[in-house]
């Protein structure tokens, strides 16, 4: 056996990266450059943690030096020190699931921490609809509670939604090529080091660190959905992705919740200040995140991926040399990249995922991120805004638990299209409604329930999908671009927003966000396959069947 093959332990797929002294390191360096930060935020308590105008003090600019410093040596303790290339001698190496087997307990905890993962993650760019409205106080911004301002408001949210469609494409490239683990957790620490958006005086700053945060956002949906799809035998695998995957819904209740309960208190900066402690959470959880088998074996790491797969009820067998060709193996004869999801026979499902994508993202960041700012123009306050807005992610949270029994029942192909159908529809209820709906508050929160929880679902769903259709060698790219097309939708309604000077209506945001969903819905019809109950290299081989040889059809 090749000696790259021999050279793999228990103690190095536990850990997932081989330098554990530098990981730690430059996770105490991180922690201690954001909390030099802290001092010049609590000690602007007598002013409700007023920053603008202040000018850095010591601390904070030694802070950012040790952050920079401490990611640096992080990112080197998580390299692995070999697997650049795809090896070929694992070309012929297959993983069989054992789709009979019940769930074992590493399958639980690993689902556990991958929800904890999800919802931490998604509550950065949630956040960002509930910090806008005191940042346009703070900085004497133009919103719609302060047309009189200078610069809009708008800013904030656009930045941080260009980095999540950055940060989707970034680490769809970064988990192919370092590990789908390595880069959950290198996600994990950008959790904590871009807290200290909260404690920027400026706001140019607070832009450019919301960048930087939705960068890690955006990349760690993506790989959380890879390694699930890598790990979870076939049977399980759709369902218990988009009932992960639907923990959005559960962010947006926290945040919300977050945001009536401190905001009143600690100012709007403290729902970017809470990234510090969740995301130490996390990387304490780091533990019983694996190493995703199926990319060890593509990187001929065959011992490592063996000893994953006997925590998981997992197998590896070796082709006969005489048996055809794989999707995988034949992905694999070229470099991989982002133009291999665009090759014959993967096409159709990239144009579905991408058009879904867009629909999804124009509803979540033009209609969901302007619904409290929108509430607030039909007469609610600030406070009570939210209320609503959790009130109706509360009772559409059932509806996370019903996708994923769809996905897993009806298969993922009919859970898509309903999902997208179901949601365009409710959105023209609020085209049809628009502010009189301010006077039924009953019927205002029931419609919500849909495009809150509903629209989480649907990109829940859609990065599952993404991360069952794509051969493994570029399966962290092909989730990658499904998230990236999830938020894309929102850079352009924001970017829309900044340049009209406006924020638009609840009937408008509704408008934009059903009519691609419902043309979504009907491009699922004939572009997406199905993925119920198949193995990952199945349903590669079956989409590029003409290329392996195969006479197989993609549904």
Same mark, same amino acid.
């Given at each position: ?94 993983? %069989? ?27 950065? *760019?949630?956040?960002?609809? /509930?910090?806008? +409205? ?17 610069? @809009? $408001? ?13 940060? @989707?494409?970034? =680490? ?10 390595? +880069? ?18 400026? /706001? ?13 956002? &955006? &990349? ?16 399980? %695998? ?9 923990? !959005?819904?559960?962010?947006?209740? !926290?945040? +919300? ?10 100012? =709007?900066?403290?729902?970017?200040? !809470? ?48 048996? *055809? ?18 090759? %014959? #026979? ?23 991120? =302007? ?7 039909? &007469? /609610? ?19 996370? $638990? ?39 508050? =009953? ?7 849909? *495009? ?31 998230? #990236?097309?999830?938020?894309?939708? #929102? ?21 934009? &966000? ?24 199945? !349903? ?16």
């Amino acid at each position: 056996m090749p000696p790259h093959l021999r050279t793999g332990t228990r103690a190095d797929t536990t850990r997932g990266f081989q330098r554990p002294v530098a990981f730690w390191l430059g996770t105490a360096t991180c922690t201690a450059g954001v909390v030099l930060h802290l001092p010049m935020y609590f000690g602007a308590r007598h002013m409700h943690y007023h920053l603008a105008g202040m000018r850095p003090d010591p601390a904070m600019i030694l802070g950012m030096a040790l952050i920079g410093a401490g990611l640096v040596v992080t990112l080197y303790g998580l390299l692995p020190r070999r697997g650049r290339q795809v090896q070929e001698a694992a070309a012929g190496i297959r993983v %069989r699931a054992l789709d009979d087997a019940p769930i074992r307990a590493p399958h639980v905890l690993l689902l556990i921490v991958m929800a904890v993962a999800v919802t931490i993650d998604v509550m950065k *760019p949630t956040s960002l609809a /509930f910090v806008a +409205s005191g940042a346009a106080e703070e900085y004497g911004l133009r919103s719609p509670t302060h047309p009189d301002g200078g610069i @809009s $408001v708008a800013w904030l949210p656009l930045s941080g939604i260009t980095g999540t469609v950055l940060g @989707s494409w970034m =680490w769809g490239w970064l988990g192919d090529r370092i590990g789908r683990r390595a +880069s959950i957790l290198f996600a994990g620490m950008l959790f904590v080091t871009t807290s200290i958006c909260g404690t920027m005086p400026s /706001f140019t700053w607070n832009i450019v660190m919301c960048l930087v945060m939705g960068m890690g956002a &955006g &990349g760690m949906l993506p790989i959380t959905f890879t390694l699930l799809a890598e790990t979870i035998p076939a049977r399980h %695998r759709g369902w218990l992705m988009v009932l992960v995957g639907g923990d !959005i819904a559960g962010a947006y209740v !926290i945040t +919300s919740w977050l945001a009536a309960e401190l905001t009143p208190t600690f100012g =709007w900066r403290i729902l970017w200040l !809470i990234g510090l402690p969740t995301g130490l959470v996390f990387l304490a959880l780091n533990r019983w995140i694996p190493e995703s088998p199926r990319f060890l074996l593509a990187r001929g790491r065959q011992k490592e991926a063996e000893a994953v797969m006997a925590r998981y009820g997992a197998a590896v067998v070796r082709e006969k040399k005489n048996a *055809p060709r794989t999707a995988a193996a034949s992905a694999a004869d070229s470099p991989p990249g982002f133009r291999t999801l665009l090759r %014959r #026979g993967l096409v159709g499902p990239t144009l579905a995922i991408t058009l879904l994508g867009i629909g999804a993202g124009l509803t979540t960041y033009g209609f969901q991120q =302007w619904v409290p700012t929108n509430l607030e123009q039909m &007469g /609610f306050s600030n406070v009570n805004s939210a209320y609503v807005v959790r009130n109706a992610a509360l009772l559409g949270l059932p509806l996370t $638990v019903l996708t994923a029994w769809m996905y897993g029942k009806l298969g993922s192909r009919w859970t898509l299209i309903a999902l997208s159908a179901l949601t365009g529809m409710t959105l023209f209820g609020f085209v049809i409604a628009g502010d009189a709906l301010a006077h039924r508050q =009953w019927l205002l929160s029931l419609l919500l329930v849909v *495009p809150l929880s509903g629209i989480s679902s649907v990109a829940a769903a859609v990065m599952g999908y993404a991360a069952e259709v794509y051969p493994t060698v570029v399966r962290s790219r092909g989730a990658g671009l499904a998230a #990236g097309m999830t938020k894309i939708g #929102g850079v352009l309604i924001l970017a829309l927003t900044v340049a009209a000077a406006t924020v638009p209506s609840l009937a408008s945001t509704a408008l934009i &966000g059903a009519v691609p969903l419902l043309a979504a819905a009907l491009a699922l019809v004939r572009l997406a396959p199905e993925t119920k109950h198949r193995g990952l290299e199945d !349903i590669s081989d079956t989409l590029m069947g003409e290329r392996t040889g195969s006479s197989a059809t993609p549904r």
